[in-house]
C-alpha cells in the first residue's frame, strides 16, 4: 500500500487487499489480482461454536466455555489434550500478559479466566501471569502475550478486534486515530510487542456487526463462538469475513462495511504481519454448524 | 436535567458523571470522536439500577445545536419509531428524512429533542424494561419544544430524473468526513474539508426500474462556512478524486466542477458559492448532469432565502 491518498476509487480497483475492497463495495472488487506483490504466505485458524455456550439471557455458561477452549487449543496446536497445547505455546518461565477488549462490548470475563485457569493448569505459576491490557508499560515485562480482543465492528476503522487491540501499547492511541488508524499493524512491531503474541483467541460469543465500540443491541447477536490462530491479520480476516456475512444476512443484501477496515491490508502488506488473503486461510470449523458464516 | 429518582423497580445512582471533550474518551475510547464530529456540549450519565433486573443506562449528549442533536440520530434510522410526544408539523410523509424523533430497538432508545440527543439503554430487554425505557424517554422530552430538521436537509431533491426517489430512511446529516465515511466511505482522508463550521447531508436516491437489484445513486450537498472555503475543498475534492479531469479543468472552468466516469458508475461534483454538490454511482453522465444540477438549484434556492 503506497502513501498516498486512498479513495473510493482503490478498492473499486481491487488495489487494497480483495478483503479489505470486499467490504467496502460489498462483493468482491472489480481487479482484485492486482494486489500489491509478496511472498506467499499460510495461516490456520480454527473456529470452535456451542449452542449452550450463551443461555437466553446472553449469560455465559462457563463449563461449555471451557470444553470449547479446550477443543480449540488443541486443535489449533494439534496435540492431543489443551494441556499439550497450551505447554507447547507457552512456557512456565514465561511471564504471561494476557490482553482484552476492557472497555465497550469488552472480552467476556469468563473467557479471560477460562484462559487463566488453563495456563495454571498446564504448569504456568499463577503469579507468572497478568492483566497487561493498557500503556506500553504493562507489554514490556511480559515475554509472552496472550491476544483476548472481542469480535466487534468499529464505526471509525471499520474493524474493532484485532489490531486494534494493542493501541494503548503505542503509549499515543490518539496518533491512530481517524485516517491514521491504517497504520494500527505497526504496533505489533514496536520493540516491547514485537513477536511476544503466542496466541489470538477472539471472543465471538456475542459480537456486535454495527456502531461500535457503544453498544447497540440491535447488532449484537449469539454467535457462540472462539476464533483463534497465531496469524493476527488472519484471524482478523476471517473475523472481518464473520461480520460482513452477518451483515448481509441482517439487511438481505450486500451491507459494506464503512469505514474499510484498512488496517487490514495494511498489516499484511505494508507491515509483514500475516496474511488477509482468504485463499492462503486454512479455516478449522468444529462444533455448532447452523450460521457459521463462512 | 433532573430525572426521577425511581422508574417502576430501577432506582437511579445519586451520582450521576459530567462528561465534556476533555474527558470524553475516559469515559467511551473509540467513540467519542462521533460525539466531537457534531458541536459537542457535554453529556451526563445516570444510571439506574434494579434487584434483579439488570441497569438502565441514559446517556444524555447535549449539543450545541438543534442539527448537531439531529445529526445524531440521523446516523441510524432503523429501529421501530415511537411516539414519545406529538411529532413536529414540519415532518410530513413527504419529507425527505423520516418523520421519527424517538427509534426503539432491542433495549435501546435513541432519541433527538432540539439540542439533546439521548440514548437510553437496558442492559436485558424485557417487557417491563421496555415500559420503563420508554418511560425515561417521555420524561427527557416532556415540555421540551421541537426543532425542526436543518433546513440544508430541505435541498435535497425529492426525485430525480425520471425514475430515482430518494430513500428517506437513507439520510445523514453530519458535520465530519469520519462521519460521512460511517455511512458512505469516499477517502481516508479528509478530502471534502468538512469540519464542523461545515454542514452535509448524504442522501440515497433508488431507480424505480422493477427489476432487482435496483440501482443507488449517492447525493451529497455540503454547506461550507464561506465561498473561499468551498473553493479550496473543490479544488483538494478534484485532485484526490478526480486527477484525470485536472488538466482539462487547468485549461478550462478550473476545479469548481467535474464529471468522470470512475470504477463504479459517474460520478461528478460542483461547486458554486459556498456550496457543493456531487453525485456517486450514477448509471449515465447525463443523469450524473441532472442530479448535481438539481441538488444546486435547491441549494441556490436556500442560499436565496438566508435558510
Known sequence: ?294 | MDLPRTFGPWTRSDRSRRIDARSIFGYMDGAGELYLAYGFDHLDVVEYGSADQGSILVELYWMRTPADAFGLLSGDWGGEPVGLQAEAASTTSASPVPPHRALYGAGLLRLWSDTLYARVLASRETAASREQVLAIGRTIVAGRKEASYPALISALPRASGPAYRLLPGRTTYLRSHLVLNSAYFLSAENILDLDVTSEAVLATYESSVPAPPRHQVRLLLVRYRDEATARAAAARFRDAYFPETRKRADHGTGPSSALQHVEDGWAGYQQKGRCLAAAFEVQDSDLARTFVRRALEELARLEAAHE
Open chain 1, 1 to 294: 500500500m503506497s502513501d498516498r491518498v486512498l479513495t473510493r476509487r482503490d478498492f473499486m480497483r481491487g488495489t487494497v487487499g480483495a478483503m479489505v475492497g470486499g467490504s467496502v463495495v460489498g462483493a468482491e472488487p472489480l481487479g482484485a489480482s492486482t494486489r500489491a506483490p509478496r511472498p506467499p504466505r499460510s495461516a490456520e485458524v480454527v473456529v470452535v461454536r456451542d449452542q449452550k455456550a450463551l443461555n437466553a439471557s446472553h449469560d455465559v455458561d462457563v463449563t461449555v466455555l471451557r470444553e470449547m477452549l479446550s477443543e480449540t487449543i488443541a486443535r489449533l496446536t494439534g496435540k492431543a489434550s489443551a494441556r499439550a497445547g497450551w505447554q507447547a505455546m507457552i512456557k512456565p518461565a514465561d511471564l504471561v500478559g494476557l490482553v482484552p477488549t476492557d472497555h465497550l462490548n469488552p472480552t467476556h470475563d469468563e473467557v479471560v479466566e477460562a484462559v487463566r485457569a488453563q495456563l495454571i493448569d498446564a504448569g504456568i505459576p499463577a503469579g507468572r501471569i497478568k492483566n497487561a491490557q493498557g500503556g506500553p508499560d504493562n507489554a514490556r515485562p511480559c515475554t509472552a502475550l496472550i491476544a483476548l480482543p472481542a469480535l466487534k465492528a468499529h464505526w471509525l476503522t471499520g474493524m474493532g478486534t484485532v489490531l486494534k487491540l494493542y493501541i494503548l501499547y503505542s503509549g499515543h492511541p490518539s496518533r491512530y486515530h481517524g485516517e491514521n488508524n491504517v497504520n494500527l499493524g505497526e504496533i505489533w512491531n514496536l520493540p516491547d510487542v514485537k513477536g511476544k503474541t503466542r496466541l489470538v483467541l477472539v471472543d465471538a460469543l456475542r459480537p456486535l456487526c454495527d456502531k461500535g465500540p457503544q453498544p447497540d443491541p440491535r447488532y449484537l447477536w449469539d454467535y457462540k463462538g472462539l476464533i483463534a490462530g497465531t496469524d493476527p491479520v488472519a484471524v482478523e480476516a476471517i473475523g472481518l469475513k464473520i461480520i460482513m456475512a452477518r451483515r448481509q444476512a441482517l439487511r438481505g443484501e450486500p451491507w459494506p462495511l464503512s469505514p474499510p477496515p484498512l488496517s487490514l491490508a495494511a498489516a499484511d502488506e505494508k507491515f509483514g504481519l500475516g496474511t488477509s488473503r482468504l485463499s492462503e486461510i486454512k479455516v478449522q470449523t468444529y462444533g455448532w454448524s447452523q450460521d457459521t458464516l463462512l
